[in-house]
């Protein structure tokens, strides 16, 4: 059972930036696609990005394309989500999420190949 646990979400004013990290407890997590969601009220959850176990195949979101960045550390056994020039349709409880895969070059969008999720951290951008 891998625990996910995010941070950083919070209350940002429109255009600027937040970084949110999801710390995995499984020392397998090198070897799992992660990825990022994000599901606003009244939404239902959606892809942000996803990234491959090595890091060098990344996946973004057309609306969140060139503003947004994921990356993660496997030796901190973490994922990141760089967020940039935050609009406050970017408003939403982000979710971090861990695939099992076997292959280095997989990469996941949808949301029934995720395995375990994170409780997820609040960003809200006010305009």
């Known amino acids: 059972q891998v625990q996910l646990v995010e941070s950083g979400g919070e209350l940002v004013q429109a255009g600027g930036s937040l970084r949110l990290s999801c710390a995995a407890s499984?020392?397998?997590?090198?070897?799992?696609?992660m990825g990022w969601f994000r599901q606003a009220p009244g939404k239902e959850r959606e892809f942000v990005a996803t990234?491959?176990?090595?890091?060098?195949?990344?996946y973004y979101a057309d609306s969140v394309k060139g503003r947004f960045t994921i990356s993660r550390d496997n030796a901190k056994n973490t994922v990141y989500l760089q967020m940039n020039s935050l609009e406050p349709e970017d408003t939403a409880v982000y979710y971090c999420?861990?695939?099992?895969?076997?292959?280095?070059?997989?990469?996941?969008?949808?949301?029934?190949?995720?395995?375990?999720w994170g409780q997820g951290t609040q960003v809200t951008v006010s305009s």
């Open positions: 990234i491959s176990w090595s890091g060098g195949i990344t």
């Open positions: 499984d020392r397998t997590f090198s070897r799992y696609v």
């Open positions: 999420a861990a695939g099992r895969t076997y292959s280095s070059r997989s990469y996941y969008t949808q949301y029934g190949h995720y395995d375990y």
